[in-house]
């Protein structure tokens, strides 16, 4: 095993949360060092997108069909694609304070994930290839450079990249040792939005596989220090190509964007005064610095959606809930089945590695329990060899089987760091990957490329609660090991990523909603 291999798994070991300790952090709050949760670059010249607000969006379950047209890329579908992806969706104020949500979801709603891309010659913003920074606090871009390519050529009608960095510090601040998973998560919500707010449009999205970290980072400049407070750099994420037309017979992307280095020399805001020293942080993203998988075409899943709400009204009233009432959170078992089915379609051509442990509370026409449901048969085996032997394994529906039956709503609270949100709810689980054989086996860069798996699943249960009129909320907070002893499981062959819980959430009424961009 070479040692950037054995450095993750010693860093996932160490930054699992248990009774007897969490992961290390700070241990309280510095409010004093909260980070800026917006990035600027000095000097760069800005282009405000128009508000798309009043933009009509197909129904949200014909998203889900291959019977939108294709919209033109322009200036207005452009921010639109931007405006439902990344942008903030409302403004929330006690009062006294303000504070901005976003259509992608975020732990802590910290928002370490920025957004860039690379435009070609496009009426409004420049005649040449462009280089932007998307800025969500004022839905513009700034123009980091442009520059002449001929790209273009080899690619699809009104294409364009788009790609996701971390400021790992925005994480770090409150999380500590953690942080770095949590980032990962939010690239993974990030990566969701971006594709759903690209199908509203028609638009066929591919992450781009073969490519390096290290390529990413030199296109986009986050490899020059002298643009980045050295405590604040930006870590590579992925790159995402977006075209009016279905990408067939694509070019390998890798090789076409060997030469594309545009001088950058813009420099970024501070987002901090004071910082903290994490050293392994900096251990785990130098282990994960490496090469993402080939990828493969993703195709749309055909599931039987009944919601008719817009897609940009489910897309903006996503949020995620504080408090679940356990009096209202029932659900049908048919709610249940679709929210479970959304998640099947892989969201990254990569490889599905998750499966979903769920702790059933109130769902009517399914008793309570614990069940799995199976999004890649192909551990299915393995994962019955690896659970309790006494588990079931009773077939309840298609994918879906009883591993026991019983009362979990303490359990899914005490995994869940204590939070109600897990027993208060309709149903909890756990994001359970395949991990161990992956990462020896396929690469370092897969640790990163499994955390964006869940991070999409994520924002998928979070777009198709909203649309059944229920709640969620993505939990960071739980207790590694005691999950995986509850199953059984003694090895790393399968680990826990993330945990959520579905219900219906109690509003806060102290609150108001504002819209952004007045």
């Known amino acids: 095993m070479n040692q950037k291999v054995e450095d993750i798994f010693e860093y996932h070991e160490q930054t699992k949360h248990s009774y007897s300790r969490y992961a290390r952090s700070l241990g309280y709050m510095d409010w004093a060092n909260q980070p800026d949760p917006y990035r600027f670059y000095q000097g760069a010249p800005t282009r405000k997108l128009p508000i798309m607000i009043e933009a009509k969006t197909p129904a949200y379950h014909d998203l889900f069909t291959d019977t939108l047209l294709a919209r033109e890329l322009n200036i207005d579908t452009l921010s639109q694609f931007l405006q439902f992806s990344l942008a903030l969706a409302a403004i929330k104020t006690d009062g006294f304070n303000e504070w901005a949500l976003r259509c992608n979801a975020s732990s802590g709603n910290l928002h370490p994930s920025e957004g860039y891309l690379i435009l070609p010659p496009c009426h409004d913003i420049s005649t040449q290839t462009t280089l932007t920074h998307y800025a969500p606090k004022n839905h513009s871009l700034e123009i980091l450079g442009t520059f002449e390519s001929d790209i273009w050529n080899h690619l699809p009608k009104d294409s364009f990249f788009i790609a996701i960095s971390s400021i790992l510090y925005r994480e770090i601040w409150k999380y500590g040792e953690r942080a770095f998973r949590y ?157 479970l089915e959304s998640t099947r379609e892989c969201f990254s051509g990569l490889d599905n590695a998750i499966n979903l442990i769920i702790f059933a509370h109130r769902i009517t026409g399914l008793k309570e329990g614990l069940y799995i449901y199976i999004r890649e048969a192909t551990f299915k085996e393995k994962l019955q060899q690896s659970m309790h032997p006494s588990f079931s394994w009773e077939k309840r529906d298609e994918n879906l089987y009883l591993l026991k039956r019983g009362d979990f709503k303490t359990s899914a609270r005490n995994i869940s760091c204590a939070q109600a949100i897990a027993s208060d709810s309709a149903f909890s689980l756990g994001m359970l990957c395949h991990f161990h054989d992956e990462i020896s086996q396929k690469g370092t860069h897969r640790y990163k490329e499994l955390y964006w798996e869940c991070g999409a699943i994520g924002q998928q249960l979070y777009l198709e609660a909203t649309s059944l009129g229920l709640s969620a909320t993505g939990i960071g907070c739980f207790l590694d090991d005691i999950f995986h002893t509850l199953l059984g499981l003694k090895s790393d062959t399968f680990q826990s990523l993330y945990h959520f819980t579905i219900g219906r959430g109690i509003k806060d009424e102290r609150l108001m909603s504002k819209k952004p961009y007045n």
């Open 183 to 339: 980032c990962l998560l939010d690239a993974g919500h990030a990566l969701r939005a971006l594709q759903i707010s690209a199908q509203t449009l028609g638009w066929h999205h591919q992450l781009i596989g073969a490519i390096s970290d290290t390529q990413i980072s030199k296109i986009f400049g986050f490899d020059q220090p002298q643009r980045f407070n050295e405590n604040e750099k930006e870590a590579p994420e992925m790159l995402l190509l977006i075209s009016s037309q279905k990408p067939e017979n694509l070019p390998e992307i890798a090789p076409l964007l060997q030469n594309l280095f545009p001088n950058v020399e813009t420099i970024a805001n501070h987002i901090a005064q004071n910082y903290q020293s994490w050293p392994l942080i900096d251990i785990i993203e130098k282990a994960t610095h490496a090469s993402i998988q080939k990828t493969k075409t993703q195709k749309i899943s055909n599931l039987l959606r009944e919601c008719k709400k817009e897609a940009k009204e489910v897309i903006l009233e996503r949020r995620s809930a504080q408090v679940m009432d356990q009096h209202k959170s029932n659900i049908t078992y048919k709610e249940f089945m679709i929210m």
